[in-house]
């Protein structure tokens, strides 16, 4: 098979030592809701090749653990951004920690970080557990409905056979789509996707050094085996080849056809890296330039795709080489041509045109596409550190303030956020060297001697050719991205949230404790802010301690004003006067000081006194027994969307989690 080559080099290895860990959103390195320090399955939805003992519980939704209910989880909810790329931001910062160090001209290393989401239609609560049952519409959900599931165990998988027949072919997906896939299990990537990964066979061009890849079951090496995952291991439906290498020269499409979740591919939302790649980067990414795969048939009967990853070899095959476009979403109700011109001049932030999702078919759709890959520098780390980047005025994790997307559709969408960490040797270029100089000693090899002395004594150097490339990864929960409101038309988001988890800096190593996020920001008088924040009542990491205050296990988290940073002591609701300027704009009859009580008691009383968003029994003046170290609060809370009528400084912090010499949580937030 002929090569392909062109792509950057991510590559990963087989050990669990090195890492990547985001912190706002939730990372969660597979983890679920575990009660232990340890992850208990590091293959549940992707391969990390982090410590196992790193990562978030997903949130809960009451002061109890999800258990078997998926309704009682909690998934962060975002306002999306608008329709104006200039002025309709909604703005989140994407925090993480990387051991390799990156970033600066003298970095003892070569290094990029690849942020990417995936979304789908959302539903609502009322739908779930989805796919449980045995009709047509729960097989669909349980295959394709993305969700953070409730047990920890991986997907099934039944793979193919060198020589599958059609028929054999259809029985055996069937067995993947009702029985293998299992709605208490979590879900990101489809087992469409994957078992396209089981039968592509694997780029020739690339450089794999000195590793030698197994046959996969189809008899041949297929994008299951990879340099660093030379045998093939599955972890959920990730595709590794597409894992290791970017921008990918196949489309990340999750189904055949538009399916009605409109499950999208992977969405590029940056890389970072050495900026003078970015006019690669931008024309590669599948956001805007379409890909190309060998489609073997439409026939429902037959299997859609094959080995070839090219033309030739996909006429050979007897297949048809097919362009494929990425999609944000697609407007299904706009049936024409002229309307969809229609929607594209309301906005600037997308690009909406009239057009095929794939050239072997004559039905055209108004298809939203995202906007164009951002490119910059990584943050500079130093190496063998899990710390801060950045100056002394401004060492904070590694940070990337992104803005979250904008469906015309209006509806709610969830999704994923996945953030990929490349580390490379220049003992070769990476971005030249292919599959050319593989077994090549004097490119690299393992282990090598060196005659450094020139006397015949040997000094051995520890290069393992299948970590001189290497990646780590790391995915959020799933969150929702919510329609705005009229309310907020023109005007900037920015989404104030909460990192950590319980435990001492020991305890939640590789994790981080709490604060803000970002726990400094400033904003205009005419801008939004959304405080929200999720935790869980199960991350009391067994025996390996999770010191803190309040019940052992549970994460609880609050907000109240302040005089001083360098003081401990909160202001009384009453004597909290920067509340007076806010209005909250998800619930518009709360005045500040209601907003302010809420955000006390983390929505145990969801105002002072009555609301159209809170009802009567549930205030501060009707309620009472309000657990002092915040207990009988919930884990997680929508907060508000403030809306501020005066400039003014609020400083703020969380009583129960602010323990002075131990940990400090507070904020400080600057409206002009």
Excluded at 78 to 88: D, I, P, Q, T, V
Excluded at 131 to 155: A, C, I, K, W
Aim: hydrophobic share 25%; proline share 3%; net charge negative.
């Amino acid at each position: 098979m002929r090569a392909l080559q062109g792509a950057i080099l991510l590559v990963y290895c087989t050990l669990v030592i090195g890492d990547v860990y985001m912190h706002n959103p939730r990372g969660s390195n597979n983890r679920l809701d575990e009660d232990t320090a340890n992850r208990k399955n590091n293959n549940r939805l992707f391969d990390s090749q982090n410590n196992n003992k790193g990562g978030y519980n997903t949130g809960d939704r009451f002061t109890s653990e999800g258990g078997s209910r998926p309704e009682r989880f909690y998934s962060m909810q975002y306002y999306g951004s608008g329709a104006s790329s200039s002025r309709e931001g909604s703005k989140l910062m994407v925090e993480w920690t990387n051991q390799h160090g990156c970033g600066s001209d003298e970095s003892k290393l070569l290094c990029n970080i690849v942020v990417q989401y995936m979304c789908q239609s959302n539903g609502t609560h009322d739908d779930y557990p989805r796919g449980n049952g045995g009709s047509s519409n729960d097989v669909e959900e349980r295959t394709l409905y993305m969700r953070d599931g409730t047990s920890t165990d991986t997907q099934k998988y039944s793979e193919p056979r060198k020589g599958e027949s059609d028929r054999s072919y259809n029985s055996r997906m069937e067995k993947n789509n009702e029985d293998n896939s299992d709605y208490k299990e979590g879900l990101h990537e489809t087992v469409y996707w994957y078992d396209q990964c089981r039968y592509r066979e694997a780029n020739g061009g690339l450089f794999t050094a000195d590793q030698d890849l197994d046959k996969d079951s189809v008899g041949y090496i297929t994008a299951s085996r990879t340099r660093q995952n030379n045998e093939g291991d599955r972890s959920g439906y990730e595709c590794p080849e597409e894992r290791d290498y970017f921008p990918y020269w196949q489309p990340t499409l999750q189904s055949e056809n538009l399916d009605r979740f409109q499950r999208t591919p992977w969405i590029d939302l940056a890389w970072l890296g050495d900026k003078t790649k970015c006019n690669y980067i931008k024309q590669n990414s599948f956001n805007r330039r379409s890909k190309w795969r060998c489609v073997l048939s439409r026939d429902s009967e037959e299997r859609p795709y094959g080995r070839a990853i090219n033309e030739k070899d996909c006429d050979d095959e007897g297949g048809k080489w097919v362009e494929f476009k990425s999609f944000l979403e697609v407007l299904t109700d706009v049936t024409s041509e002229s309307a969809c011109r229609a929607e594209q001049r309301k906005g600037t932030r997308n690009k909406i045109f009239w057009t095929q999702l794939r050239s072997d078919s004559s039905k055209e759709y108004c298809v939203v596409q995202a906007p164009e890959i951002k490119c910059d520098e990584a943050p500079w780390t130093r190496v063998n550190h899990l710390g801060n980047s950045g100056d002394s005025k401004s060492a904070d994790s590694s940070r990337l303030e992104v803005e979250l997307p904008y469906f015309p559709s209006g509806e709610a969408k969830r999704c994923t956020l996945r953030l990929r960490y490349n580390i490379t040797t220049a003992d070769y270029d990476p971005w030249t060297t292919d599959s050319s100089s593989n077994d090549d000693d004097d490119v690299i090899e393992n282990n090598p001697e060196v005659d450094v002395l020139e006397n015949g004594d040997e000094l051995q150097l520890a290069l393992n050719t299948a970590q001189t490339g290497r990646t780590f990864q790391d995915r959020s929960h799933v969150f929702v991205v919510l329609p705005r409101t009229s309310e907020m038309a023109s005007k900037k988001i920015y989404n104030l949230n909460v990192r950590g988890k319980r435990g001492n800096i020991v305890q939640t190593f590789p994790a981080v404790e709490y604060d803000f996020v970002p726990d400094k920001l400033e904003v205009s008088r005419s801008d939004l802010v959304h405080v929200q924040w999720t935790g869980s009542n199960s991350h009391d990491n067994k025996n390996d301690g999770d010191d803190g205050q309040g019940k052992g296990g549970t994460d609880r988290h609050n907000m109240l004003q302040f005089k001083s940073l360098d003081e401990n002591y909160p202001l009384k609701i009453s004597q909290a006067k920067f509340w007076d300027g806010v209005r909250s704009l998800t619930d518009p009859d709360a005045t500040g000081e209601d907003i302010a009580v809420g955000l006390a008691t983390s929505g145990y009383y969801c105002a002072k006194r009555e609301t159209g968003k809170c009802p009567s029994k549930l205030t501060s003046s009707r309620k009472r027994n309000l657990d002092d170290e915040l207990d009988n609060a919930p884990a997680s809370y929508f907060g508000h969307v403030l809306k501020f009528s005066k400039s003014g400084t609020l400083l703020y912090m969380c009583s129960r989690n602010n323990n002075f010499s131990n940990r400090s949580q507070k904020g400080k937030l600057i409206v002009k």
